[in-house]
């Protein structure tokens, strides 16, 4: 597999569970910057979070889940199912979890 189609998949990923984060957002009448102050981070991050234009941690994730007061999980089912197991061992988890993405 190559590079371009393994960051496509990932990105797929990321902005899948943006859209996610969006949509429960937008359910409990928040503004972006309201979510980011409840949940810690800057406007800007949380805009690229829910974008897909940034893999974020699951720390991240746990934090938006309960700001958001929603289960971690609903945000995260299925979310990898357009992924192969090969896509995920190809890319490697270097690609999945970045070190620097830390926030």
Request: net charge neutral.
């Amino acid at each position: 597999m190559s590079n371009e189609s393994t960051t496509i998949t990932i990105k797929s990923v990321a902005q899948e569970l943006g859209l996610r984060i969006r949509k429960a957002r937008l359910e409990k009448d928040l503004t972006i910057q309201s979510l980011a102050d409840m949940v810690g981070i800057e406007y800007t991050q949380m805009s690229r979070i829910e974008l897909g234009k940034i893999n974020t941690s699951v720390l991240q994730v746990c934090r938006i889940s309960r700001a958001l007061d929603i289960c971690m999980a609903t945000l995260l089912k299925d979310l990898e199912l357009n992924v192969s197991q090969k896509q995920i061992d190809d890319c490697g988890p270097a690609l999945l979890f970045p070190a620097s993405d830390n926030a």
